[in-house]
T-cell receptor, first 113, second 111 residues
């Protein structure tokens, strides 16, 4: 059974804190993705990675960075959290290019106060 | 860039058919997808259609694609309360790795 896990379901942080969100997949997938989900805006891609140490900016990378040191793990970093980064964060993984299905984790609800 | 649009809400009665619509802007879409998100969960792939197809049927689900109008729809026959969820349309451009998602349609099934 395929699995994408995220380190926390709920997280509350203060403005200015450094925040790490971790994602792990057990399917040996090449690609990993970080999205944020906001009501009425759908899923917006923050960053994705197609190989270890490789990363590509998505549609809304500002205020975020990522790290992929091992194939199975993809981390999203908020260097200095702000209230407008309060959101649901979803991680996904997929294999190769083209049609392959994206598998999603359950999401992390981040609140920045 | 690519833009994928959906209406935000749809309500239907249990047992009726639901039709969720989606439009996209880039004609180089190769695959189009429907994902379902149940409360408190991530997204799960429901079905997909290749861009050279007009229709795909999978049990209670029917996907229709009008390439000329760049319009995709998902029909759910005999809608049940368990079908209440958010449905996302997404497309893949060329041989890209990333998808572009719509805003999601919240389907509410009334008893």
């Amino acid at each position: 059974d395929v699995k994408v896990t995220q380190s926390s379901r709920y997280l509350v942080k203060r403005t200015g804190e450094k925040v790490f969100l971790e994602c792990v997949q057990d399917m040996d997938h090449e690609n990993m993705f970080w999205y944020r989900q906001d009501p009425g805006l759908g899923l917006r891609l923050i960053y994705f990675s197609y190989d270890v140490k490789m990363k590509e900016k998505g549609d809304i990378p500002e205020g975020y960075s990522v790290s992929r040191e091992k194939k199975e793990r993809f981390s999203l970093i908020l260097e200095s959290a702000s209230t407008n980064q309060t959101s649901m964060y979803l991680c996904a993984s997929s294999q190769g290019q083209g049609i392959h299905e994206q598998y999603f984790g359950p999401g992390t609800r981040l609140t920045v106060t | 860039g690519e833009d994928v649009e959906q209406s935000l809400f749809l309500s239907v009665r249990e047992g009726d058919s639901s039709v969720i619509n989606c439009t996209y802007t880039d004609s180089s879409s190769t695959y189009l997808y429907w994902y379902k998100q149940e409360p408190g969960a991530g997204l799960q792939l429901l079905t997909y259609i290749f861009s050279n197809m007009d229709m795909k049927q999978d049990q209670r689900l029917t996907v229709l694609l009008n390439k000329k109008d760049k319009h995709l729809s998902l029909r759910i026959a005999d809608t049940q309360t368990g079908d209440s969820a958010i449905y996302f349309c997404a497309d893949l451009l060329g041989s890209a790795r990333q998808l572009t998602f719509g805003s999601g349609t919240q389907l509410t099934v009334l008893p």
